[in-house]
Structure formats: structure tokens, C-alpha cells
């Protein structure tokens, strides 16, 4: 196993999006998702300027990967899971913010309308692989400070952090399920969602 972190910038639900009991990193982080295999750990740590305030230092969400598709089966996968796929028009947010974004129908895939456009084409299809997860936790806007012993893991500034904490992944496994939570759990909304927005159904369960 392997322990991956990095700082999520713009937590919109979709990069990771952690919705319909299957955390999913489909869009940015192409490196982390080149290189995670199943059973790995990404940790993603809050930045010190969002709209629900500091959040550095703090876990955004882990998951341990349980499964990883090619972008193009990740698109056949989202067919039979329509809630990934996003739409804009949707009186759920968690609908808006669907990372299946790349249709593989034509080619090259043509990019459904969500946050990312044909600029991120590039960069969100070098990453090859789409991650999921049935084991994780998402704090979101509610983001987990982690004890001083695990800091370690935050990774300030672009890019990710892996080989140079591989020690501190089974420390960080125990802290994380010492907390208590249900996997699959969902604890608040995104911090790039407004103060007023909530999660519109159950928060926990897989």
C-alpha cells in the first residue's frame, strides 16, 4: 500500500466528489491517479484560503482506493451511474457537479458541460485512470485537523506527496479510524458551496 497527499485548492464536490456512496477522483491530480493502485490511501488536505476559512493542516477527505477504470470505462461505468455524469440544470447540486465530464462516444471524447472545459482536456486525460472508493471519509467544509505527530502528511504548494510519508500511512489509517466514523461517510458539504447549502440526503452509508 502507498499513502498519497495533496492539497485540494477548490472543493466544489467534484474533484474529489464524494457523492452516492462512491468517492471518485476522475479530474485533476493525473499524477496521483497514473500512479494509485487499489488498496492505496489519497488524503486530501484543506488550503489556508477558502470560503469556509482556514482549513490547512486539516483532512479534507481520505479514501483507500478500491477500484480503478481507465477514463473510457469510467465513462461506461458513469452510463449505469448517471448521478456522476454532470448537469448543470439540476435542482441537486450534487447532479451539477458530476465528474464523468469526458464522453468517449466521439474522438477525442467531448467534454460534457461542468467546471472543467477543453482546456483541462489535456491534463485531466493524462492522469489515464479514474479512482474510486468504497472506504472513505469525506469532512468536507468540516475539514479534520490532524494531530501534530501526523502533519507530516500536508503537502503545502502544487503537486503531491507520497514516497517521503510512506512511513506515516498506518499511523494515519489508525488515527482516521479511531475517530469513529462510517465509511462512506459524509460529514458536510463542500467548502466552495455557500454557508446555507447542505447535503440534500442521507450523509453516511455506502
Not at 485533476?28 to 488498496?39: L, M, N, S
Not at 500536508?154 to 512511513?167: F, T
Request: charged share 20%; aromatic share 8%.
Amino acid at each position: 500500500m502507498a499513502l498519497f497527499s495533496y492539497r485540494v485548492r477548490f472543493d466544489h464536490g467534484s474533484a474529489p466528489n464524494p457523492f452516492w456512496g462512491v468517492c471518485t477522483l476522475v479530474i485533476c491530480k493525473p499524477r496521483i491517479r497514473r500512479c494509485a493502485r487499489v488498496d492505496d490511501w489519497v488524503v486530501g488536505t484543506g488550503s489556508a484560503n477558502t470560503p469556509a476559512g482556514d482549513l490547512s493542516g486539516s483532512v479534507v477527505y481520505a479514501m483507500q482506493v478500491t477500484r480503478t477504470l481507465s477514463m473510457r470505462d469510467y465513462d461506461a461505468w458513469s452510463a449505469r451511474h448517471p448521478r456522476k455524469r454532470p448537469d448543470p440544470c439540476h435542482t441537486d447540486p450534487r447532479r451539477v457537479v458530476g465528474d464523468s465530464i469526458y464522453d468517449f462516444a466521439s474522438d477525442p471524447p467531448a467534454v460534457r458541460p461542468d467546471v472543467h472545459t477543453e482546456a483541462h482536456r489535456a491534463h485531466d486525460l493524462s492522469g489515464r485512470r479514474a479512482l474510486l472508493s468504497r472506504r472513505f471519509v469525506y469532512f468536507g467544509r468540516a475539514a479534520e485537523p490532524l494531530p501534530t505527530d501526523l502533519l507530516g502528511i500536508v503537502k503545502d504548494g502544487p503537486g503531491h506527496r507520497s514516497a517521503s510519508i510512506a512511513h506515516l500511512e498506518q499511523p494515519f489509517v489508525t488515527w482516521l479510524e479511531s475517530l469513529g466514523h462510517q465509511w462512506c461517510s459524509m460529514l458536510a458539504a463542500p467548502s466552495g458551496w455557500s454557508e446555507e447549502a447542505e447535503l440534500p440526503g442521507p450523509g453516511t452509508g455506502c
